[in-house]
């Protein structure tokens, strides 16, 4: 009698095991009919099911057919997203279950390249279906000016294929030039940083701008600097940025031996020049920093910074002489202020030709709309100093005088 009980749980147990795997290979037929939702209640069932939930060929199936969902869907919405991201789960569950052995019979499907034009009932619907159709979906949103879905299914891209260069780089771009969501771009460009056979210029050119302007990190954005220039130690750029650190973090003598560093295999570069003369005028020595702001303008005459500083020398040096006469005794008064008001005004002279390419450079900006008209009025030329009137009153309003 107990081997007849026995033998039936047994019948019992293997009827029902048969009948999951009928279950399993129902989705599978639904799958390949294109019956997605069918396919997919028949495999919820089976994951549901003792005897073929920890079978990998199950989770492989839903993988299959939430890629297939994915593809087809139409919607650039957060739940296409999700759809995927699911797809992709059921992927690494089900590597995760071979031991993540892709030479394995399920690894090989898994990672089964999807030829394209071929009919459905003949594609793979595989890990790599899964990246295409994503990759497709990122550049029709980003056609669409959709950046917000396209960031998302870059995103999607990275997490499929870690290794993707171009995921990480467009998915980080867009996080932070069109949605100014930099921890998000800083998690893309760091990963772009730890793939050894990647270009990084452009990568560390990001980092050091998020570090420097968004996180407000200048010692950060300096690190990335001395790492992007052990693998690029000619580029230009860097040897700016580094400068420019230096100075943001008030390291004069190290900015000083840098910027000389670099000006020794860049002599012609404009804002080098310019930052070489201002450690030059923080130091105090204005002649030096009046030459290298020259040069700097000689170099590029349309560089404004250089125009500007250079102005702004000849500026102060003129207001130094007229407050020193304002401070003379009568006497002294009597024989040096002619002298030394004509050395002002000669200085104002020479500030002139700057400051009005300045001007020309950003006809917007009324601080050197204003300077120009003082220093008109000051040395009498009154057409010109009326010319910045009306330019200043068309700009800030007839009572600009009164602010």
Sequence with gaps: MKKLILSLAMVVAASTAFGQKKVVSSADRNFKKGDLEAAMNDIQAALESPETKDDPNTTLIKAKILTKMFEADEDMAASTVKTGKSALESFDKTMSMVGNDKNSKIGKEVYKEDMQGMP?????FSKITLKNAAFNKALQAYEDDDYSMSYEFFNLISEIDPTDTTAHFNAGYLAY???GKTEDAKKHFKALIEVPEYNKLNTYYFLIQIASSEDQDPEQAYKYVVAARKDFPEDKT???FEVQLLLQMNKMDEAMASVKEALKDDPNNSGLLLRYGYLLEQSGDLDGALEQYKKSVAVDPTFFEGNYYTGA?????????????????????????????????NLYKESVPYFTKASELKPDNTEILEILYQI??????????????????TLLGPDWMER
């Design 376 to 393: 008109h009025t000051r040395l009498k030329n009154t057409s010109e100093a009326e010319k910045y009137n009306q330019r200043l009153i």
């Design 120 to 124: 459905d009932n003949l594609r793979p």
């Design 238 to 240: 860097l040897s700016e």
């Design 313 to 345: 020398i000849f500026l102060d040096r003129a207001r130094a002489i007229l407050a020193e006469v304002n401070n003379l005794s009568d006497d002294e008064w009597e024989v040096r202020a002619p002298k030394m008001a004509e050395e002002a005004d």
């Design 177 to 179: 030039q069109e949605l």
